[in-house]
Nanobody, 124 residues
Framework: VQLQASGGGSVQAGGSLRLSCVLSGRTFSSTSHVAWFRQAPGKEREFVAAIRRSGARFYGPSVKDRFAISRDNDKNTLYLQMDSLKPEDTAVYYC??????????????????WGQGTQVTVSS
């Protein structure tokens, strides 16, 4: 299983970015959840958003109402639309997936496959 994340960059506060993550070696129908996490310097990896096989979506409290997770089953691609970006959103963003439902969807340890990360920098 491989995940390839892209779309990061530098943007001013209030701006938008869309991240993409191409999944290979596994389809969305064979995953329990696919998700985005982020990690800022000196901090632990933090849950951002997840989408369940059924299509149900979940968000971390700091991004709810500003970010939107989606997927394209035909392209086997996961997206994260990020609007109203803030400097505190600055981090490396990782996509991840897991094939089974053990553990919590917001728990880093529940995911068995990770992308390489893409840097998002928001300036004030």
């Amino acid at each position: 299983v491989q995940l390839q994340a892209s779309g990061g960059g530098s943007v001013q506060a209030g701006g938008s970015l869309r991240l993409s993550c191409v999944l290979s070696g596994r389809t969305f129908s064979s995953t329990s959840h696919v998700a985005w996490f982020r990690q800022a310097p000196g901090k632990e990896r933090e849950f951002v958003a997840a989408i369940r096989r059924s299509g149900a979506r979940f968000y971390g409290p700091s991004v709810k109402d500003r970010f939107a997770i989606s997927r394209d089953n035909d392209k086997n691609t996961l997206y994260l639309q990020m609007d109203s970006l803030k400097p505190e959103d600055t981090a490396v963003y990782y996509c991840a997936c897991r094939p089974y439902t053990g553990g919590e969807y917001y728990d880093v340890g529940s995911y068995d496959s990770w992308g390489q990360g893409t840097q998002v920098t928001v300036s004030s």
